[in-house]
């Protein structure tokens, strides 16, 4: 069984090319379901989550800490996605267990679609571009499944030099994360639709005195900023966004 959390659509697609494979269930965690029942039954659990400058993204961390009673002496795969390198992006997930709590199985990052569209240096795949993409995560996939599958154990982004690259890379992000949780700007263009408000995994959107207001609770995921009909939302940067990311289909 793989949990998974994903801003825009890259995170879910390797959980559900995992399942396919390997004829497993997925879930989102932003389901409404008994996730403590679910993890107790389970012997091996996967997670799948978008790297965020090498830290999971935190409502990844509050699911995890929310149920982290049930997941005592589970084996667990680790999979993350990136859009260039993260370090130890597979590995930080193992930072919220204590010591042997849990016994990890396999561990890999995936090279996915750039959705960060608001941010001058990173610009947006073209369909092209994402299809390669998509070929390459199949190809290792079908590595990953076959190593599992036949007892070999790889965890990627364990080793000494990830973690120093990793701590590098990851300095600024509690500061990053921190300041984002207060800079969701709902532009001018906004047409008050809410469509942002019912797609937010934290419920961070509200509709107040008919406009779109934020709660201070941002998980920077970049969803509602990819999916707003006016491209009204911006974050962090604070680069009126041209183009959206419209995820994998
Ligand atoms: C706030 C934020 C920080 C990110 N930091 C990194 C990073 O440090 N390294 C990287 O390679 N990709 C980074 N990315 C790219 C995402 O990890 C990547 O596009 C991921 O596949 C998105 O997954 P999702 O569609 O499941 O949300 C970042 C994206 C966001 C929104
Ligand atoms: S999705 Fe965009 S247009 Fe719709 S309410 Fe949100 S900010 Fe406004
Ligand atoms: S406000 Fe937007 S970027 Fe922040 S968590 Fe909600 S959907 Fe994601």
Redesign the pocket.
Known sequence: MILYF???????YIAELFCRYMNDECYSIEEKIDFGKLIASQEIIGFCY?????RVPRIMREFVQKHIEFLKNKKIIIFC??????GDGARVFTDMFPRNYVQVLYAEHFL?????CNFFLLSLASEKRIKKYITKAERKMHIVCRNIKNGIIKKRGFNFVSRILGLA?GVFMPIIEKKTLDCVVIGNDCIQCRLCVSICPMNNLEYENRKIAHKSNCT???RCINKCPQKAITLFFHQKVKVQYK?LC
């Open positions: 994903s801003g825009t659509g890259n995170s879910k978008p790297i965020y400058g090498s996605t990136q859009l260039i390198f993260s996915m679609p750039n959705n960060v890379q920077i995921c970049y995820g």
